[in-house]
């Protein structure tokens, strides 16, 4: 059974093939991941998913539901969260008002003051308990701007947290962080997929943290899926090994020792 099912995804801007004809799926509380060099079409690939392009052919399926172009908002609403390699979040908004703005609209309550005022105590306590799990909760009153990296991460996720999602597809969740706050953050990512029984599909160029806690893994080439499987048929892949490591160094180490 497959939560999430991508079929021949194709996309090109001018003369550049980004996705080519890139099938998948990712099953229920499925933890892993897509890797590739950059320029490979993993953004690209999450982009068309999560409906913030639309795919030139081929089909994407959600809880088997023909998703297919439809309009981003709507996507998330159906229970597909999403973050980037660029934290999104609102930095002159506290911690807490940032999950509140998200815990606001999955109630769709929009500008209707009666509806924020009938749905208040509710949405109060889910923004606390979104918090206690990103582990916000004693920097709850300080502006997301000011956040240290980390943690802004942390609020992204509590962001995508607070819409209960089914799915989270992560876009280089640990760019750019400190080798402590990456290894706290892949103990919250492994915590959130456990906790919430969430399906988790993420991009990432630290290979170490891809085959310390992926269940499966995809690698993307130039648009294409060129091989897929557990991390230990990743790492003894031949042509994972060429693509990664080139030609001269092809073969004379694991791909489990390659950490960038």
Known sequence: MSLLRVENL??????????????????????????????????TLFNQISGLIRPDSGRVFFDDRDITGMAAHRIVHLGIGRSFQRSNIFPRLTTFENVEVAVLNYHR?????????KHFGQVKDR???????????????RLGGQLALGDQKRLEFGLALALEPKLLLLDEPTAGMSPEET???????EKLVHEFKI????TEHDIAMVFGISQHIRVLHHGEIVAEGTPGEISQNPEVQRIYLGEKSYGKRPMSRVTG
């Open 109 to 117: 309550t929009g500008g209707n003051l009666w509806r924020v005022r």
């Open 199 to 202: 399906s988790l599909l993420f």
């Open 10 to 43: 194709n996309k090109s801007f001018g003369g550049l093939k980004a996705t080519r004809n890139v099938s998948l799926s990712v099953a229920p509380q499925e933890l892993s991941s897509i890797i590739g060099p950059n320029g490979a079409g993993k953004s």
């Open 183 to 189: 290894s706290s953050t892949i103990g919250l990512i």
């Open 127 to 141: 923004v606390e308990q979104v918090l206690e799990h990103v582990g916000l909760q004693e920097k709850r009153d």
